[in-house]
């Protein structure tokens, strides 16, 4: 096969893929899923909090804060979960930078799955380990001040 049309055709399956997975979650979850939003560890001096947290699903989840005057700053994570894991998590950390640690506390996972549009029903889970990283951190954020 020659090289143009062995990238047309690679082309092609990418397309049919990304269609694919359209199909299944939704062409925002398939976006922030392959370009996360808010991925990587914050260098160390700028994290106030950082918790890693692993689902029943063997998921993990790593949360890294910025938080200054009781607003979260920053906002980063890392995560070796699949698409609909990824995307949770960097959502997540979409709807918490720049609001206060009261807001943060009240964040339930249908908050996270209403902003993504809604998740498949077999993967709104995703959302509760996402809460569940998140209280940890800010619990122990608060802990470590008192
Ligand atoms: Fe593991 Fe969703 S499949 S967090």
Redesign the pocket.
Known sequence: MAKDSFDKHIDKLQKEIIKKEIEVYNEYIVDLSQNPRNWGKLPDKKISVSQSYT?????T?QFFLKIKDNIIEKANFI?D??K??IA?ASQTMLLIEGKPIDYTEKLSPEDIDKALKGLPV??K??????VRTLKRAIHKYKKNED
């Open positions: 689902g029943p699903c063997g998921d989840m995560s979960g699949c609909a894991c949770t077999d993967h889970h995703c959302t509760e380990l996402a």
